[in-house]
């Protein structure tokens, strides 16, 4: 999932163990919408492969419901990428490339 809102990136306890990342412990906490703050399992940082753009990027592993990967802000960042809603789909440009996707909502 992209969350322009999310500052970090994020990836489930499950997918984590998965792809065997090595994760540093960490005393941080997250807040979410309806829920109160809880402790992550820590962090951990990986090599991610999108397209032709590649970056080591950093995670919060955390517990986490519906999605198993989450990139935030400082995915956005690294990658110089942006998203925005664009004709009932998407318009995703990143590094000089222009995407326009469909999208269910």
């Known amino acids: 999932m992209l969350d ?7 990836v489930s306890e499950q997918l984590g ?3 065997s990342l090595t994760i ?8 979410t919408v309806n829920s109160g ?7 951990a940082t ?3 492969k999108i397209r032709n753009w590649e970056n080591d990027c950093s995670f919060m592993i955390v517990h986490l419901d519906d999605f198993n990967l989450i990139l935030g802000i400082e995915f956005f960042v690294q990658a110089k990428a ?3 809603t664009y004709l009932g789909g ?3 440009y990143a ?11």
């Open 17 to 19: 163990g998965n792809l």
């Open 24 to 31: 540093a412990r960490s005393s941080s906490k997250i807040k």
């Open 90 to 92: 998407g318009l995703h």
């Open 46 to 48: 990986s090599s991610l």
């Open 82 to 84: 942006i998203v925005m």
């Open 95 to 105: 590094q000089k490339v222009l995407k326009i996707c469909s999208s269910r909502i």
């Open 37 to 43: 703050a809880q402790p992550t399992q820590g962090t």
């Open 4 to 10: 322009t809102e999310a500052t970090n990136n994020f």
